[in-house]
């Protein structure tokens, strides 16, 4: 078994799984950090990759936050 073969395919989630999913990872990004061994923590970084590729493939016109661009940030 590659690491591919790990966890569901992105694309085959629901959107409801997939938000499910990233928010997993984001809970648990600085254990894995912090804690993991190199091989746990790249996995971990493949898969958040994966999924939130696959987030941004879904929702190529996601709104974006005028306070989190450049602009919006130097006027606070």
Not at 4 to 9: F, I, N, Q, T, Y
Not at 38 to 46: F, I, V
Request: glycine content about 8%.
């Amino acid at each position: 078994m590659t690491s591919r073969d790990l966890g569901v395919a992105p694309g085959d989630l629901s959107d409801d799984d997939l938000f499910r999913e990233l928010g997993h990872l984001y809970e648990t990004r600085l254990d894995a950090l912090r804690h993991a061994a190199d091989q746990a923590y790249g996995e971990h970084t493949r898969r958040m990759n994966e999924l939130e590729a696959e987030y941004l493939r879904r929702r190529p016109g996601r709104e974006i936050d005028p306070e989190r661009m450049r602009d919006g940030a130097r006027a606070r």
